[in-house]
C-alpha cells in the first residue's frame, strides 16, 4: 500500500527548524519534498553544530528524506525554475521574513495565477495581522511573548526561564503540518488551493491553552505548581528515578499496595484526595522514604502489577537501550552515504495499518538533485551549464 502523502509534492523554500521539521513529517507520510537552498551556503542549518566528521545532527534530523536543489531566487532564471516547479507542486512552504517572496515576486498572489490548487503555506514569528506581523522572529522570542518564559520561571514576580529544544519551532512546525495536512484535505473535498498561515506565536498559544484559559478566566498567571506527591518523580535505591502518575483516586489503592505502605489508606492526612492535596509536603517525603528503599526496578515491577502509571526516568543512552523505542519506530536505523549501517534517527511517530509512512532516507548534499530536477522540468545539459555558469543554481 502507498504511505499516506505519497504523490504529493512539496517546494519547500523553509530554512533552520520551524519549517524543515514540518516538511520531515510531511516527507514521512510519503510526500516527495523538494528543498530549495541558495547556491553556495544553503540552509544555514547545514553548519549549527556540525561535528568534526561533518556530521549535522540538526540538519540531519529536520531534513531527512527530503531532496535538494539550489536556486538564486535574486535572478529572473531563478524564478522562472520556480514557477516551473509550481506547476507540479501541490505545497509550497516558506519561513522567510514577511513579505520577503512577495518582493521577488514568489508571493501567493503571483504563484496561484501559475497553480490556482497550489496549497501555499507560510510560517511567520507573529501571524499575518497586528503590528508584529512585518518582524522577523526566532524561538526565544516566541517562547517570551507568549508568557511562557514567566509561566516556566515561576510567575510574574521571577526570572523568566527559556525552555530548551527550540519548543517554540517544533510546537510551531507541528502546527505548521497540521495545517498543510488539513488544506490538503480541504483541497480533496472542495477543489480549493489557498494560503495557509501559520506562527511561531500562535503555536505557543495553543500548547499553553490550559494555563492561558484559566487566566483569561481568573486573571491569575501562576509559576510552575509545586510538585504534586502522587503524579511526580522519585529516586530508587540504585540512584535510578522513575515516575508515578496518580492524577485519578482510582490509582490511589494500587499505589499504597505497591509500595506496601497499607497505612496511607487510612491516614487521614493522605485517605482522600483533599487531604493529600492539602498535606503534599507530608506525603511527598513519606512516599520519596519509601521509594528510597529499594531499585528502580523493583518499584516499576510492582507498580506495573498494580496498574499504577509509571516509567522510568530515561536519559538518551537508555533511551536507546529500551526496546519500547524501536518496537514502535520511534526509532529506526538508516543507511547513510557517508556514515553506513551504523545511523540511526528518531522515526515516525504514527503508525498507520494500511498506509504506514516510512523515513525516506537521509538528508540531501546542498544541490544534490538540482540537475535531475531540471532535467526533469525540460532544461537540456547546455542550458543546465549555462545556470551553473551564472551562478543561477
Avoid at 69 to 77: C, K, M, P, Q
Avoid at 86 to 93: G, I, N
Avoid at 345 to 355: K, W
Amino acid at each position: 500500500m502507498p504511505a499516506p502523502l505519497e504523490g504529493i509534492k512539496v517546494l519547500d523554500f523553509t530554512r533552520f527548524q520551524n519549517g524543515p521539521h514540518a516538511t520531515v513529517m510531511l516527507s514521512d507520510m510519503g510526500a516527495e519534498v523538494l528543498k530549495v537552498e541558495r547556491p553556495g551556503d544553503g540552509d544555514p542549518g547545514r553548519a549549527l553544530g556540525r561535528q568534526p566528521d561533518g556530521f549535522c545532527g540538526y540538519f540531519e534530523a529536520l531534513d531527512r528524506g527530503k531532496r535538494s536543489i539550489t536556486l538564486d531566487l535574486s535572478v529572473e532564471a531563478g524564478k522562472e525554475v520556480v514557477r516551473k516547479l509550481v506547476e507540479e507542486a501541490d505545497v509550497l512552504t516558506e519561513n522567510f521574513r514577511p513579505k520577503v517572496m512577495d518582493r521577488l515576486g514568489l508571493g501567493y498572489e503571483d504563484l496561484r495565477k501559475v497553480n490556482p490548487q497550489l496549497i501555499y503555506a507560510i510560517n511567520s514569528g507573529f501571524g499575518p495581522k497586528g503590528s508584529w506581523a512585518d518582524n522577523g522572529s526566532f524561538d526565544v522570542v516566541a517562547q517570551g511573548m507568549s508568557g511562557a518564559m514567566i509561566s516556566q520561571g515561576g510567575g510574574p514576580d521571577a526570572e523568566p526561564v527559556h525552555i530548551g529544544w527550540g519548543l517554540a519551532d517544533q510546537v510551531g512546525s507541528m502546527v505548521f503540518a497540521f495545517g498543510v495536512m488539513t488544506a490538503i484535505v480541504a483541497r480533496e473535498r472542495h477543489g480549493v488551493g489557498q494560503k495557509v498561515d501559520v506562527s511561531q506565536l500562535g503555536a505557543m498559544m495553543t500548547l499553553q491553552t490550559l494555563s492561558v484559559t484559566s487566566f483569561l478566566h481568573n486573571k491569575e498567571q501562576r509559576g510552575r505548581p509545586g510538585r504534586n506527591p502522587t503524579f511526580t518523580y522519585y529516586q530508587a535505591s540504585d540512584g535510578k528515578w522513575l515516575t508515578i502518575g496518580v492524577l485519578t483516586p482510582k490509582f490511589w489503592d494500587g499505589l499504597c499496595a505497591a509500595l506496601e505502605r497499607p497505612d496511607l489508606l487510612t491516614d487521614e492526612r493522605s485517605a482522600e484526595p483533599f487531604a493529600r492535596f492539602a498535606n503534599a509536603p507530608w506525603l511527598l517525603e513519606e512516599l520519596a522514604s519509601t521509594i528510597r528503599t529499594k531499585p528502580q526496578e523493583h518499584w516499576l515491577e510492582e507498580l506495573k502489577v498494580a496498574d499504577v502509571p509509571c516509567g522510568p526516568i530515561h536519559d538518551y543512552a537508555s533511551v536507546v537501550a529500551d526496546e519500547q523505542f524501536w518496537a514502535n519506530d520511534y526509532l529506526v536505523d538508516l543507511e547513510h552515504p557517508l556514515f553506513g549501517n551504523d545511523h540511526r534517527v528518531v522515526g515516525n511517530p504514527v503508525s498507520f495499518s494500511e498506509t504506514p509512512g516510512l523515513v525516506q532516507g537521509p538528508a540531501p548534499e546542498l544541490g544534490q538533485h538540482t540537475e535531475e530536477t531540471l532535467l526533469a522540468l525540460g532544461y537540456d545539459w547546455d542550458q543546465i551549464t549555462a545556470l551553473r555558469d551564472q551562478g543561477t543554481i
